[in-house]
Every structure is written in structure tokens, then in C-alpha cells.
């Protein structure tokens, strides 16, 4: 079985602009895609995105819209000190604890697949751009693949389970309780239905079986 290659090129997209997305600081560039963005109609990303294009649609100019952006998203994720919405998975599962076992467990998943965060950027491993980087990174290899089903997307699924997806919604809802600009809890609703929707999509695509039972035991 092989699957679409134009799937698997947005999915590296997807994953590569959320990694950007939450990439201390934000730029023109960045947000110039974030406002040429399009979705289709019915995708549960589309009131997200639309919130964080209204956002950047506000009459002033994108200069001052990255300014302004940047400035909060130092107050939300970047600090100094500890933050409204900390971005990293030890705080949410080891009682607000940094740099704790969910850091060390994802280094060991980075070191299997031979990859390591550029020596420049200094962030814990469990970092959310890290983690969304290394999944851009499983994607790429996938749609190198020709999109053969098999042990990368296996891995993108079991990292999803296992150590993005337990934090992720108690970050997310943190960065919207947090947040004093819409295009921040935009991003958040954002994050988690992308997540949530390539989750969901991935279990489908490598146990078609066990969704079709699921899918037939609802109906009855």
C-alpha cells in the first residue's frame, strides 16, 4: 500500500509550520504564510486558522503585528522565568518539574532515529518545537519513502501517543486561558486539532481493520 505523495508533502508542511510557529521570534515571512494560508471548508482547522488570520488582517502594519506578537509570546512561552504556558512536556506530566524523565525518554526516541537538535538552540528536549521538528523530520522521510506504509509512520503514531499527545490539550488549554491576543489561542485550538486530526489520520492509514470494526460497532 502507498499512500498520496501530495498527503505527505502537507503533512511535512503542517508539521514544519507548527514548529515555526512556536520558534522564538516569530517573522514577516512566517506570518505572511500564516495569512495566505487555506484550508478546506469543512477541516477542523479552519476556525482556528481564521481566527489567527483576522488577527493578522488588523489595520496595522505587519511589522508592527510581528512586534506586538513577539512581545507576548515572550510573555506566554519564552520568559524570563516561568511562564503562563510553559512548552515543554515534563512540566504538564512531572508536576511542573523541568527538564524531568519525559526529557530524557524523548532523547532516547531522537538518538534511535540518529538526529539531534542543532547544537545552537538551547532548549530542553521535550521543547515543543523540538518535538514538532523531529515529527516534520519523520514526515520528510516518509514522503522520501514514496509513501510506503510502514516503520516511519508506525513511529510518527507511537510518537504521538507516547509523548506529545498525553501533554499536548493541557498545554494548549493553558496557552488559551493565557493568552491576551487572539492569534495565540487561535494557534493553540490550532495545534491540537492538527495534532489531534494526523493522529487519528495515522491510525486509520496503519490499522484500517480495527477503524472499519470501530466505525461499524458505533453504527449499531
Same mark, same amino acid.
Request: aromatic share 4%.
Given at each position: 500500500m502507498t499512500l498520496d505523495q501530495q498527503i505527505l508533502l502537507e503533512r511535512v508542511g503542517l508539521y514544519s509550520l507548527l514548529r515555526a510557529l512556536y520558534s522564538f521570534p516569530l517573522t514577516e515571512a512566517l506570518l505572511a504564510t500564516v495569512a495566505g494560508l487555506s484550508v478546506e471548508?469543512?477541516?477542523?482547522?479552519?476556525n482556528p486558522l481564521r481566527q489567527m488570520q483576522? %488577527?493578522?488582517?488588523?489595520?496595522?502594519?505587519?511589522?508592527?503585528?510581528?512586534?506586538?506578537?513577539?512581545?507576548?509570546?515572550? %510573555?506566554?512561552l519564552e520568559g524570563p522565568g516561568?511562564?503562563?504556558?510553559p512548552p515543554y512536556a515534563s512540566y504538564y506530566l512531572h508536576g511542573r518539574q523541568l527538564m524531568g524523565p519525559a526529557a530524557q525518554k524523548v532523547r532516547q526516541v531522537y538518538w534511535?532515529?540518529?538526529v539531534a537538535p542543532d547544537s545552537k538552540i538551547n532548549l530542553p528536549a521535550d521543547h515543543l518545537t523540538l518535538e514538532l521538528g523531529f515529527l516534520a523530520h519523520l514526515a520528510q522521510l516518509t514522503a522520501e519513502s514514496g509513501g510506503e506504509v510502514g516503520g516511519v509512520l508506525a513511529a510518527s503514531r507511537d510518537f504521538l501517543r507516547q509523548h506529545l499527545w498525553p501533554w499536548l490539550p493541557r498545554f494548549c488549554a493553558a496557552l488559551t486561558t493565557a493568552s491576551a491576543d487572539p492569534f495565540f489561542s487561535g494557534l493553540a485550538h490550532f495545534t491540537q486539532a492538527a495534532i489531534?486530526?494526523?493522529?487519528?489520520?495515522?491510525?486509520a492509514v496503519l490499522n484500517p481493520v480495527a477503524v472499519e470494526a470501530t466505525e461499524v460497532v458505533s453504527l449499531n
Open positions: 471548508p469543512d477541516s477542523p482547522l479552519t483576522v %488577527r493578522l488582517s488588523q489595520n496595522e502594519s505587519l511589522a508592527r503585528t510581528v512586534e506586538a506578537l513577539n512581545v507576548e509570546m515572550t %510573555r506566554l516561568l511562564t503562563p504556558a534511535q532515529w540518529q489531534q486530526s494526523d493522529l487519528v489520520w495515522l491510525e
